[in-house]
């Protein structure tokens, strides 16, 4: 079975700091591109940002209000990604999912491509920055 | 503008046809994604490149594309159905990636 298992999170004051885990099983982690998206109370889904696989180097993308904050980080070793949190803020309160993106095969050109969208997700983990 | 736009509610009995529209400029040159996410889940993805349906989704669920808005039609809608949908697109790399409000669909 594909999964994604999330760990860390919790509560922390204002400025402080939180890691995120997410452990693939089931899939090779490696060929795929993984994202966070988080979900404050009662809101809407928003984009964190993205880690990119072993061939495009890892390379990561981040949405405005977390860049130059949160990094992305990816273990092929250890089939995880990570999110460090930093200079947390009230509004980073959330519910925060990773996801792996999926992929597709075309038949016309025989590759196997990748969609931008989210086909499995971790259970999601809470963040509550408050003083 | 990188936004896109949903109603934020959607209301119909039982056996009937839900259509939800997602509307952006992003959408113009890129493919349209669908999730449902039920209450305190995570969200499940059910459409993707605009029509695709992903493996396990029921036949009732179909996305469609006129122009610059991506449609999810439920076809004989569930009491299961009741849930949050969202739709999703992406630049042209995927690297940034913005999702609709969201809509909540009701069966009365």
């Known amino acids: 079975e594909e999964q994604l298992v999330q760990s860390g999170g919790g509560s922390v004051q204002p400025g402080g700091s939180l890691r995120l885990s997410c452990a693939a099983s089931?899939?090779?982690?490696?060929?795929?591109?993984m994202d966070w998206v988080r979900q404050a109370p009662g809101k809407g889904l928003e984009w964190v940002g993205r880690?990119?696989?072993?061939?495009?180097?890892?390379?990561?993308e981040y949405g405005a209000s977390v860049k130059g904050r949160f990094t992305i980080s990816g273990d092929d070793s250890q089939n995880s990604v990570f999110l460090q949190m930093n200079s947390l803020k009230t509004e980073d309160s959330a519910v925060y999912y990773c996801?792996?993106?999926?992929?597709?095969?075309?038949?016309?050109?025989?590759?196997?491509?990748?969609?931008?969208?989210?086909?499995?997700w971790g259970q999601g983990t809470t963040v509550t920055v408050s003083s | 503008s990188n936004e896109l736009t949903q109603p934020p509610s959607v209301s119909v009995s039982p056996g009937q046809t839900a259509r939800i529209t997602c509307s952006g400029e992003?959408?113009?040159?890129?493919?349209g994604y669908w999730y449902q996410q039920r209450t305190g889940q995570a969200p499940v993805l059910i459409i993707y490149?605009?029509?695709e349906r992903l493996s396990g989704i029921p036949e009732r669920f179909s996305g469609s594309r006129s122009g610059s808005i991506v449609t999810l039609t439920i076809s004989g809608v569930k009491a299961e159905d009741e849930a949050d949908y969202y739709c999703?697109?992406?630049?042209?790399?995927?690297?940034?990636?913005?999702f609709g409000g969201g809509t909540k669909l009701t069966v009365l």
């Open positions: 490149k605009d029509q």
């Open positions: 992003t959408l113009s040159n890129q493919y």
């Open positions: 089931g899939f090779t982690f490696s060929d795929h591109y």
């Open positions: 999703q697109s992406a630049d042209s790399g995927g690297a940034y990636k913005v």
């Open positions: 996801g792996r993106e999926g992929t597709y095969y075309d038949a016309v050109t025989g590759r196997t491509n990748i969609y931008y969208a989210m086909d499995v």
């Open positions: 880690f990119r696989n072993t061939t495009d180097t890892h390379n990561t």
